[in-house]
């Protein structure tokens, strides 16, 4: 997963636990809700719908969707409602190695390394830089 699926599913985690005292329905997040918590568009709710950035949040919501890790239960006005699976909350709550453990693990031999892999290492990277 790379850093942008990653800030979308966290924006979309925390909005969702946000609202832990609402309806299950209630709670889902519109395309611009979550677009506005991770720092994707300043666009107004109505301008928001014909911009580059819902098309960008869009595949990245597709790509999460397929991998399990997001439900787009409902249409809610003009933008679908997302709400996150066991399964993206898991992800996201998975634990991050220090820099040590890091550091200390052995190099993928060439033959092995997989894009997955290495995209793996760099979200590992950068979310420990964000650190």
Known sequence: MDALASRVLRALVEGYEARAQMKERGRALTEYEIARRAGLTSASYTQFSDTPEREQ???VLDELEQRGSV???ARAGRYLAYQPTPEGVRWLRRPVPSIAEVATEPPLAPAT???TDISRQLDEVIRLLRA
Do not use: G, V
């Open 57 to 59: 949040l869009r595949q």
């Open 71 to 73: 439900a787009a239960p």
């Open 113 to 115: 390394a997989t894009l």
